[in-house]
């Protein structure tokens, strides 16, 4: 029997293993202590990563309340995740990534009109995602808020400019989020096909939850 | 005040106090003596200082002018901005900074929705020191940084004030979404530190934002939640006045590709 690489290192027995078809929509329920692993199965794959908390979904993850608690853009292994009441949901307790972006947004329809003209009007987008298994949950568009975009690269140059630019993540790099709260997790397996946030190339991921 | 006793002397008690003047407050009718060129009184639509930790909401028609000025340069203002006619549109951060390549808005900047259309746009700036990425204080965070930050005690939070700018116009929790902060700056070094500009400024700093849609904005006026100061901030200045609605040859409209096709989004929602 093969050696599996990607559960290597997980804190506990592993409760749920399942493969995000490239493109598609992912929600799934992580109780307070268990470990979330994303593994970027062929590389340079964007995760977009929204969260809620179980027991009360006006509560959510804030990219803003996350990026002034540690005062810097980047998420690193040590980053709290934090709602928009300023509570820890998530910790990154391991990556195998420099850092991950959460200023970046989700990908939509509307944007793309903007980004790369209207001709991209019928492409698949995070938010249509979001929107999708959000609407399964009883969420709705005003629940769509600020996400964490998992193996994406936005850096701010000095001169302000910002942008999506060629990934740092490689094929089997991981990043594991210990959950601080019970968190319900909604991802956009990015179909982005106009930056480099894909690679011009949705591929799948996995997501492993280990007790 | 225990001659309060009966309702006529409650009511001679409270009339007594009209005419009363403070630092913060409202004016109505409005009154400004110092509006722009061509800009006349009967045009002008709000005049109101808000308080230091105080906040305000207000309904904008398209083309509608809000200039805000920081009075003594140390406010900072909190800016929620919706689509009054369908508040689940509204003030989308990351996709006004990704879209217009920019984290720094300033003069000519377009506020974005989350609909690839135009909210406002900055029409003149000379503060320069805004922020688009640390978002509003909140009740945990003044608590550990002042002791306290409920609405009732002395260290208001930026995100409680906007919920209940925001609750005056009929909205929630769910809506109250990532602001833009103005008139205190961020930095982004190399290593994605945030570096703050909080001043304290000069006096009189102002900044004009044109609504290019019909717009809710709620604003709160309580310091930058990264500020390591004691409690401090100073009173905002809100003016509004009517203008005309964005023409086509408008140097803002057409100085890059993304910002003009936010403005044929937004045409083509009022196109009916």
Same mark, same amino acid.
């Given at each position: 029997?093969?050696?599996?690489?990607?559960?290597?290192?997980?804190?506990?027995?592993?409760?749920?293993?399942?493969?995000?078809?490239?493109?598609?929509?992912?929600?799934?329920?992580?109780?307070?202590?268990?470990?979330?692993?994303?593994?970027?199965?062929?590389?340079?794959?964007?995760?977009?990563?929204?969260?809620?908390?179980?027991?009360?979904?006006?509560?959510?993850?804030?990219?803003?309340?996350?990026? @002034?608690?540690?005062?810097?853009?980047?998420?690193?292994?040590?980053?709290?995740?934090?709602?928009?009441?300023?509570?820890?949901?998530?910790?990154?307790?391991?990556?195998?990534?420099?850092?991950?972006?959460?200023?970046?947004?989700?990908?939509?329809?509307?944007?793309?009109?903007?980004?790369?003209?209207?001709?991209?009007?019928?492409?698949?987008?995070?938010?249509?995602? /979001?929107?999708?298994?959000?609407?399964?949950?009883?969420?709705?568009?005003?629940?769509?808020?600020?996400?964490?975009? /998992?193996?994406?690269?936005?850096?701010?140059?000095?001169?302000?400019?910002?942008?999506?630019?060629?990934?740092?993540?490689?094929?089997?790099?991981?990043?594991?989020?210990? @959950?601080?709260?019970?968190?319900?997790?909604?991802?956009?397996?990015?179909?982005?096909?106009?930056?480099?946030?894909?690679?011009?190339?949705?591929?799948?991921?996995?997501?492993?939850?280990?007790? | 005040?225990?001659?309060?006793?009966?309702?006529?002397?409650? %009511?001679?008690?409270?009339?007594?106090?009209?005419?009363?003047?403070?630092?913060?407050?409202? *004016?109505?009718?409005? %009154?400004?003596?110092?509006?722009?060129?061509?800009?006349?009184?009967?045009?002008?639509?709000?005049?109101? *200082?808000?308080?230091?930790?105080?906040?305000?909401?207000?309904?904008?028609?398209?083309?509608?002018?809000?200039?805000?000025?920081?009075?003594?340069?140390?406010?900072?203002?909190?800016?929620?901005?919706?689509?009054?006619?369908?508040?689940?549109?509204?003030?989308?951060?990351?996709?006004?900074?990704?879209?217009?390549?920019?984290?720094?808005?300033?003069?000519?900047?377009?506020?974005?929705?989350?609909?690839?259309?135009?909210?406002?746009?900055?029409?003149?700036?000379?503060?320069?020191?805004?922020?688009?990425?640390?978002?509003?204080?909140?009740?945990?965070?003044?608590? &550990?940084?002042?002791?306290?930050?409920?609405?009732?005690?002395?260290?208001?939070?930026?995100?409680?004030?906007?919920?209940?700018?925001?609750?005056?116009?009929?909205?929630? &929790?769910?809506?109250?979404?990532?602001?833009?902060?103005?008139?205190?700056?961020?930095?982004?070094?190399?290593?994605?530190?945030?570096?703050?500009?909080?001043?304290?400024?000069?006096?009189?700093?102002?900044?004009?934002? %044109?609504?290019?849609?019909?717009?809710?904005?709620?604003?709160?006026?309580?310091?930058?939640?990264?500020?390591?100061?004691?409690?401090?901030?100073?009173?905002?200045?809100?003016?509004?006045?009517?203008?005309?609605?964005?023409?086509?040859?408008?140097?803002? %409209?057409?100085?890059?590709?993304?910002?003009?096709?936010?403005?044929?989004?937004?045409?083509?929602?009022?196109?009916?």
């Amino acid at each position: 029997m093969t050696q599996d690489l990607h559960v290597a290192g997980l804190p506990g027995p592993v409760i749920h293993d399942e493969i995000v078809p490239a493109r598609a929509p992912w929600l799934h329920r992580v109780k307070a202590g268990q470990t979330l692993r994303v593994v970027d199965l062929e590389g340079n794959q964007a995760v977009d990563f929204l969260l809620y908390t179980t027991a009360d979904d006006a509560e959510r993850y804030s990219a803003q309340d996350t990026i @002034a608690a540690q005062a810097n853009i980047f998420l690193r292994t040590g980053s709290v995740l934090r709602s928009n009441e300023g509570r820890p949901m998530m910790t990154i307790t391991a990556t195998s990534v420099d850092y991950h972006d959460t200023i970046g947004g989700a990908c939509s329809c509307e944007s793309n009109s903007l980004r790369y003209g209207h001709h991209t009007k019928a492409q698949h987008s995070c938010v249509d995602n /979001f929107l999708e298994a959000n609407l399964r949950d009883g969420r709705g568009k005003r629940d769509m808020v600020s996400n964490v975009n /998992f193996f994406m690269n936005v850096p701010v140059e000095p001169d302000g400019a910002l942008g999506i630019v060629d990934g740092i993540s490689a094929p089997g790099l991981t990043v594991d989020l210990r @959950a601080e709260m019970d968190v319900t997790v909604v991802v956009s397996n990015c179909p982005q096909i106009n930056n480099p946030c894909n690679g011009f190339n949705p591929t799948p991921v996995r997501m492993i939850v280990a007790a | 005040m225990s001659a309060l006793a009966d309702p006529n002397a409650a %009511r001679e008690h409270a009339r007594a106090m009209a005419g009363t003047v403070v630092e913060a407050m409202p *004016t109505l009718p409005p %009154r400004a003596d110092d509006l722009p060129a061509g800009v006349g009184p009967d045009d002008l639509l709000w005049e109101e *200082t808000i308080a230091a930790g105080g906040y305000a909401s207000r309904l904008l028609a398209r083309g509608t002018r809000l200039r805000l000025i920081d009075l003594k340069g140390d406010a900072c203002a909190s800016l929620l901005v919706f689509n009054a006619a369908m508040p689940t549109e509204r003030l989308n951060i990351a996709d006004t900074v990704k879209v217009q390549w920019d984290a720094y808005p300033t003069t000519g900047s377009l506020l974005l929705s989350d609909m690839g259309r135009v909210l406002a746009s900055i029409e003149q700036d000379d503060a320069g020191t805004h922020d688009a990425f640390c978002g509003a204080s909140n009740e945990a965070s003044n608590r &550990r940084h002042y002791g306290d930050g409920r609405n009732s005690g002395d260290h208001p939070n930026a995100r409680d004030r906007l919920l209940l700018g925001a609750a005056k116009h009929g909205l929630g &929790r769910r809506d109250v979404h990532p602001c833009i902060n103005l008139f205190k700056g961020v930095r982004i070094e190399a290593d994605g530190s945030v570096k703050t500009q909080l001043g304290p400024f000069a006096a009189g700093r102002s900044l004009v934002l %044109r609504a290019e849609m019909e717009l809710i904005v709620v604003i709160a006026n309580c310091p930058h939640v990264l500020d390591p100061r004691p409690w401090s901030v100073t009173p905002l200045r809100a003016t509004a006045w009517r203008g005309p609605i964005t023409g086509e040859d408008d140097p803002i %409209r057409t100085a890059t590709p993304e910002r003009l096709r936010a403005f044929l989004n937004t045409e083509d929602l009022y196109r009916r």
